[in-house]
Antibody
Framework: QVQLQQSGPGRVKPSQTLSLTCVIS??????????WNWIRESPSRGLEWLGR?????????DYSVSVKSRITINPDPSKNQFSLHVTSVTPEDTAVYFC???????????WGQGTMVTVSS | QSVLTQPPSASETPGQRVTISCSGS????????VYWYHQIPGTAPKLLIY???QRPSGVPDRFSGSKSGTSASLAISGLRSEDEGVYYC????????????FGTGTKVTVL
């Protein structure tokens, strides 16, 4: 059974970097059939896909144009996890952040529990 | 921010049928699969429908999805109290606006 367990701080100061980790059990971050995604949800922007990392003979990353200049998603095969880093955060980055697997039928079929991140001084 | 438009709310009595629409464009729904998710407040979304109409194991056949052109719909028949929550459509988008887009969400209330 696949499970995704998120961790990371619930509060980040403006202009700093938001960092979250998603630990995978029951699957592999190096899977040749899945991708590993970060999605956030806020009242103002709704559900917003941020980006993904995946392995297909080599590592690939795709990012949403809305955050592309500030976001990095890194896989860590040694720990079977992947992480999200968003630089230069503002209050607009306040949201619930989810990690998710793109698996069955190219859908997000497994989700982490969500992490509420508040950007505030 | 959302590029897929849904009605904000829908309601019906138990046992009845409710249908939720999702309107997009040629760069998303028109050329790609549609997905549906159900979210109970405070929890992560749960996959209901993938590739327009297919149901994951464990999702009852009361839920059905369809797509026509640049629009899609989700029908819930035999409505039950546990069906309450917010339903989101989603699709991959081929335009520069992003790779994956979600709908605005429809809150379903069982009266």
């Amino acid at each position: 059974q696949v499970q995704l367990q998120q961790s990371g701080p619930g509060r980040v100061k403006p202009s700093q970097t938001l960092s979250l980790t998603c630990v995978i059990s029951g699957d592999s971050v190096s899977s040749n059939s899945a991708t590993w995604n970060w999605i956030r949800e806020s009242p103002s922007r709704g559900l917003e896909w941020l980006g993904r990392t995946y392995f297909r003979s080599k590592w690939h990353n795709d990012y949403s144009v809305s955050v592309k200049s500030r976001i990095t998603i890194n896989p860590d095969p040694s720990k079977n996890q992947f992480s999200l880093h968003v630089t230069s955060v503002t209050p607009e980055d306040t949201a619930v952040y989810f990690c998710a697997r793109e698996g069955l039928g190219d859908a997000f079929d497994m989700w982490g529990q969500g992490t509420m991140v508040t950007v505030s001084s | 921010q959302s590029v897929l438009t849904q009605p904000p709310s829908a309601s019906e009595t138990p046992g009845q049928r409710v249908t939720i629409s999702c309107s997009g464009s040629s760069s998303n729904i028109g050329g790609n699969y549609v997905y549906w998710y159900h979210q109970i407040p405070g929890t992560a979304p749960k996959l209901l429908i993938y590739r327009n109409y297919q149901r994951p194991s464990g999702v009852p056949d009361r839920f059905s999805g369809s797509k026509s052109g640049t629009s899609a719909s989700l029908a819930i028949s035999g409505l039950r109290s546990e069906d309450e929550g917010v339903y989101y459509c989603a699709a991959w988008d081929d335009s520069l606006s992003g790779f994956y887009v979600f709908g605005t969400g429809t809150k379903v209330t069982v009266l």
